[in-house]
Nanobody
Framework: QVQVVESGGGLVQPGGSLRLSCAAS????????AAWYRQAPGKQRELVAR???????NYADSVKGRFTISRDNVENTLYLQMNSMKPEDTAVYYC?????????WGQGTQVTVSS
Protein backbone atom coordinates (compact mmCIF):
# COMPACT_ATOMS: atom_id res chain seq x y z
CA GLN A 1 0.00 0.00 0.00
CA VAL A 2 1.30 3.46 -0.88
CA GLN A 3 1.11 6.21 1.74
CA VAL A 4 0.42 9.74 0.52
CA VAL A 5 0.64 12.84 2.70
CA GLU A 6 -0.18 16.43 1.71
CA SER A 7 1.06 19.55 3.45
CA GLY A 8 1.26 23.29 2.94
CA GLY A 9 -2.35 24.33 3.22
CA GLY A 10 -3.46 27.36 5.17
CA LEU A 11 -5.01 30.80 5.00
CA VAL A 12 -3.95 33.19 2.25
CA GLN A 13 -5.28 36.55 1.11
CA PRO A 14 -6.77 37.03 -2.36
CA GLY A 15 -3.96 37.59 -4.85
CA GLY A 16 -1.51 35.69 -2.69
CA SER A 17 0.43 32.48 -3.25
CA LEU A 18 0.69 29.10 -1.60
CA ARG A 19 2.61 25.93 -2.40
CA LEU A 20 1.23 22.52 -1.58
CA SER A 21 3.46 19.49 -1.17
CA CYS A 22 2.71 15.80 -1.53
CA ALA A 23 5.04 13.10 -0.25
CA ALA A 24 4.62 9.44 -1.13
CA SER A 25 6.14 6.28 0.33
CA UNK A 26 7.62 5.47 -3.07
CA UNK A 27 9.66 7.46 -5.57
CA UNK A 28 7.34 10.16 -6.91
CA UNK A 29 8.57 9.61 -10.45
CA UNK A 30 7.74 5.90 -10.31
CA UNK A 31 4.04 6.67 -10.58
CA UNK A 32 2.41 6.81 -13.98
CA UNK A 33 0.27 9.76 -12.91
CA ALA A 34 0.21 12.36 -10.18
CA ALA A 35 -2.57 14.84 -9.66
CA TRP A 36 -4.16 17.42 -7.41
CA TYR A 37 -7.90 17.51 -6.80
CA ARG A 38 -10.00 19.80 -4.66
CA GLN A 39 -13.39 19.74 -3.02
CA ALA A 40 -15.19 22.85 -1.88
CA PRO A 41 -18.06 22.69 0.64
CA GLY A 42 -21.22 21.43 -1.00
CA LYS A 43 -19.46 20.67 -4.28
CA GLN A 44 -18.10 17.60 -5.97
CA ARG A 45 -14.41 16.83 -5.99
CA GLU A 46 -12.77 18.22 -9.12
CA LEU A 47 -9.47 17.73 -10.89
CA VAL A 48 -7.18 20.74 -10.55
CA ALA A 49 -3.98 19.61 -12.26
CA ARG A 50 -2.55 16.36 -13.55
CA UNK A 51 0.90 15.21 -14.55
CA UNK A 52 1.08 12.03 -16.65
CA UNK A 53 4.44 10.49 -17.51
CA UNK A 54 5.49 11.43 -21.03
CA UNK A 55 2.77 14.06 -21.43
CA UNK A 56 2.44 17.75 -20.77
CA UNK A 57 0.63 18.66 -17.56
CA ASN A 58 -2.99 19.63 -17.90
CA TYR A 59 -5.07 21.97 -15.77
CA ALA A 60 -8.65 22.84 -15.01
CA ASP A 61 -9.69 25.95 -16.95
CA SER A 62 -10.29 27.78 -13.69
CA VAL A 63 -6.62 27.54 -12.66
CA LYS A 64 -4.78 27.75 -15.99
CA GLY A 65 -2.04 30.35 -15.89
CA ARG A 66 -2.18 30.55 -12.09
CA PHE A 67 -1.33 27.05 -10.82
CA THR A 68 1.64 24.85 -11.69
CA ILE A 69 2.07 21.15 -10.96
CA SER A 70 5.53 19.66 -10.75
CA ARG A 71 7.44 16.65 -9.48
CA ASP A 72 10.79 17.12 -7.74
CA ASN A 73 13.25 14.23 -7.90
CA VAL A 74 15.59 15.59 -5.23
CA GLU A 75 12.82 16.15 -2.67
CA ASN A 76 10.76 13.19 -3.92
CA THR A 77 7.72 15.43 -3.77
CA LEU A 78 4.79 16.50 -5.91
CA TYR A 79 4.07 20.23 -5.73
CA LEU A 80 1.21 22.53 -6.60
CA GLN A 81 2.30 26.14 -6.84
CA MET A 82 -0.75 28.39 -6.57
CA ASN A 83 -0.48 32.07 -7.51
CA SER A 84 -2.99 34.90 -7.88
CA MET A 85 -5.33 33.02 -5.64
CA LYS A 86 -9.04 33.74 -5.50
CA PRO A 87 -11.70 33.11 -2.85
CA GLU A 88 -13.17 30.44 -5.13
CA ASP A 89 -9.95 28.45 -4.75
CA THR A 90 -11.00 27.72 -1.17
CA ALA A 91 -11.29 23.96 -0.76
CA VAL A 92 -9.72 20.85 0.65
CA TYR A 93 -6.93 19.88 -1.73
CA TYR A 94 -6.05 16.23 -2.27
CA CYS A 95 -3.02 14.59 -3.82
CA UNK A 96 -3.50 11.39 -5.81
CA UNK A 97 -0.81 9.23 -7.35
CA UNK A 98 -1.54 6.36 -9.68
CA UNK A 99 -0.24 3.26 -11.33
CA UNK A 100 -2.20 1.63 -14.15
CA UNK A 101 -5.47 0.57 -12.55
CA UNK A 102 -4.75 1.85 -9.05
CA UNK A 103 -4.91 5.24 -7.40
CA UNK A 104 -3.70 6.28 -3.96
CA TRP A 105 -5.03 9.31 -2.11
CA GLY A 106 -3.84 11.55 0.67
CA GLN A 107 -6.00 12.81 3.50
CA GLY A 108 -6.28 16.35 2.14
CA THR A 109 -5.13 19.79 3.23
CA GLN A 110 -7.36 22.81 3.74
CA VAL A 111 -6.75 25.94 1.68
CA THR A 112 -8.70 29.08 2.52
CA VAL A 113 -8.49 32.26 0.47
CA SER A 114 -9.93 35.16 2.39
CA SER A 115 -9.15 38.70 3.46
Amino acid sequence: QVQVVESGGGLVQPGGSLRLSCAASRNIFSFYGAAWYRQAPGKQRELVARDISGESPNYADSVKGRFTISRDNVENTLYLQMNSMKPEDTAVYYCAVSDIGRQFWGQGTQVTVSS
